[in-house]
């Protein structure tokens, strides 16, 4: 059964920092493209970042860009969101997935075929 299982969420005072875990079972995303997504109360799921196969290109969504960091280890089949300069808009339900292409830019939800739980993040102002 694949699985991927987010970790880290919390709540956390504006300004301050998490960060996010995604670990994979039941099978290897080391090819695929990873992203997060996020999805605030009353929102649709956006894209925040994403990272390809090989782990050389990541891109990010205009309002997190120069203060969330996407990173994998391909070998340990695991992937992090690091998340600095928290603000109160970044509170949503935070989701790690896997996608069905190969070092490919994809932000649409729909391009993503496995899907975390997702991991709970507040930030209080």
């Known amino acids: 059964q694949v699985q991927l299982i987010e970790s880290g969420g919390g709540l956390v005072q504006a300004g301050g920092s998490l960060r996010l875990s995604c670990a994979a079972s039941?099978?290897?995303?080391?090819?695929?493209?990873m992203g997060w997504f996020r999805q605030a109360p009353g929102k649709e799921r956006e894209f925040v970042a994403g990272i390809s196969g090989s782990g050389t290109t990541t891109y990010y969504a205009d309002s997190v860009k120069g203060r969330f960091t996407i990173s994998r280890d391909n070998a340990k089949n695991a992937v992090w969101l690091q998340m600095n300069s928290l603000k109160p808009e970044d509170t949503a339900v935070y989701y790690c997935?896997?996608?069905?292409?190969?070092?490919?830019?994809?932000?649409?939800?729909?391009?993503?075929?496995?899907w975390g739980q997702g991991t709970q993040v507040t930030v209080s102002s």
């Open positions: 039941g099978r290897t995303f080391s090819s695929n493209t």
């Open positions: 997935a896997a996608a069905r292409y190969y070092n490919a830019v994809v932000r649409q939800p729909s391009d993503y075929s496995y």
